[in-house]
Nanobody
Framework: QLVESGGGLVQAGGSLRLSCAAS????????MAWFRQAPGKERELVAT???????YYTGSVKGRFTISRDNAKDTAYLQLNSLKPEDTAVYYC????????????WGQGTQVTVSS
């Protein structure tokens, strides 16, 4: 089970930190990801962190968002800085065992709204 928290309403230029708490799986073995879906748009991959700590960011968030994980707390994070109105979306975390596998665990999502 994955449970996100930390969303909210913030002004443009502001920051938020999202958390994704995992249970029922061996967290350290899983790659973690953050996706987002804005109204009327398809779900978009935002960032990933592998079990070994390798990182990926989609181009629109590079330099502004930071993904991290704390295996001792079974939690993944997404630090969102310099937020823009176009970052408004429901943010979801996901987990998978390997690069060639499906994202098999999903959270319920947390709303991020950025006002201009």
């Amino acid at each position: 089970q994955l449970v996100e928290s930390g969303g909210g309403l913030v002004q443009a230029g502001g920051s938020l930190r999202l958390s994704c708490a995992a249970s029922g799986l061996t967290f350290s073995n899983y790659a973690m990801a953050w996706f987002r879906q804005a109204p009327g748009k398809e779900r978009e991959l935002v960032a990933t962190i592998s079990s070994g700590g390798s990182l990926y960011y989609t181009g629109s968030v590079k330099g502004r968002f930071t993904i991290s994980r704390d295996n001792a707390k079974d939690t993944a994070y997404l630090q969102l800085n310099s937020l823009k109105p176009e970052d408004t979306a429901v943010y979801y975390c996901a987990a998978r065992l390997g690069r060639l596998m499906e994202w098999s665990y999903w959270g319920q999502g947390t709303q991020v709204t950025v006002s201009s």
